[in-house]
């Protein structure tokens, strides 16, 4: 099945009962039994609503794994994930990851004694030197939030299987359309599916996806356990979100190019973040193990102030957080989605006051081009 037919027919198409081209809503906390632990499946939506279950068999055919999960925001599955481990663990993080990961990592989970540490993944020879006796995750961002860094999946996958530690990837930029990161070797990956998956700005979820059946059965325990699980009915906007996932990125990717392609000749541009440009250190790397190189753009234009002047003329570029859907949405990463990374870490990763973050809507891509234009106009 290829992929835009398994958008839609993937995971339960339906509902056998009534013939409803669409899975239903159930909106229910508890299920009748036909004898104390006798139920048809289901006995309290914590541990399974069947709303949810189509959901998870969606992504979980999308990321080609074997078993899906739903939480309540990409925050509350990353959490969950880190639950695998114990305390005493270490887990290696791509340096430029997002705000939040960094934020969970170092100010939550390691009053619980998880340690992380930070490294450019993108230099797959660094990682090995990085790993301790006590490392037991190696969590990848590729693309990275903000600039855009690449790491070869299959090769850290490698090392960590030669060291006996977990591969997690976070996949929200790329999308089960673009990249599946199980198939090239990682155990676990895991979607803010509020971005693109989603793709309205209508929902928050998260989503994981596990490559091996203990994993999943642990990871399970921990969903029923501490709760933080996805309601049906943003479940049932999540897969309405999915099945337009194809022609999408698609067309986010279309009007990307044509953007990347104005930004490359500005002189009001000083660098540009984009894996879908040769200049971009790993491209080659992008191109083998992705089908495609997304909607998101980042580049820099100087200074605070020169920054906050586009923001202020921009008029299809909505200021907000977030990013994947329909329509462009555009940031400050160091005020706003990054700004919980200390200020002398932001500068030592890149991530300058200048920096602008744009996600690419599906606007008509002249009304976008003509708006940064008239933005980026001294």
Do not use: C
Not at 1 to 27: C, N, W
Not at 333 to 361: F, K, W, Y
């Amino acid at each position: 099945m290829r992929k835009k037919t398994q958008l839609i027919h993937g995971g339960i198409f339906g509902d056998e009962a009534t013939g409803a081209v669409s899975v239903p809503i159930y909106q229910v906390s508890t299920y009748k039994q036909d004898g104390p632990g006798d139920h048809r499946g289901f006995e309290y939506s914590r541990t399974g609503n069947p709303t949810r279950h189509a959901l998870e068999e969606l992504i979980k055919d999308l990321e080609e794994g074997k078993r899906g999960f739903a939480f309540g925001s990409g925050m509350a599955a990353m959490t969950a994930v880190m639950m695998l481990l114990s305390s005493g663990d270490h887990v290696l993080m791509t340096d430029d990851v997002y705000g939040g990961s960094f934020r969970v990592m170092t100010k939550v989970l390691n009053r619980f004694g998880i340690e992380a540490s930070f490294v450019n993944t993108s230099d797959v020879d660094s990682i090995q030197n990085e790993i301790r006796d006590n490392t037991k995750a190696l969590f990848i961002e590729t693309p990275t939030n903000p600039l855009l860094k690449i790491t070869d999946l299959e090769a850290v996958a490698k090392i960590a299987k030669a060291n006996s530690i977990l591969t997690i990837v976070d996949n929200t930029f790329s999308t089960p359309y673009w990249q599946n990161p199980l198939t090239l070797g990682a155990d676990i990956v895991l979607h803010s599916a509020t971005k693109y998956l989603g793709g309205h700005s209508d929902v928050v979820a998260g989503l994981v996806v596990v490559n091996d059946e203990k994993i999943g059965n642990d990871l399970h325990f921990i969903q029923n356990s501490t709760g933080g699980v996805l309601g049906p009915q943003d479940s049932w906007l999540l897969m309405r979100g999915i099945k337009t996932l194809g022609i999408r990125m698609e067309e986010h990717e279309k009007n990307t190019s044509r953007i990347v392609e104005y930004l490359s000749g500005h002189a009001g541009v000083s660098k540009i973040y984009y894996p879908g440009l040769e200049s971009h250190p790993n491209h080659e790397i992008a191109k083998k193990q992705s089908r495609g190189f997304g909607g998101m753009v980042s580049f820099d234009v100087g200074s605070a102030e020169k920054a906050a002047a586009v923001l202020n003329k921009v008029k299809f570029f909505t200021l907000a957080e977030s990013l994947g859907a329909v329509e462009s949405l555009i940031s400050v990463p160091a005020l706003m989605t990054h700004a919980s990374i200390p200020a002398a870490r932001r500068a030592e990763l890149g991530i300058t006051d200048g920096l602008i973050r744009i996600s690419v809507g599906l606007e008509d891509a002249e009304d976008l081009l003509e708006d940064l234009e008239q933005a980026l106009r001294g």
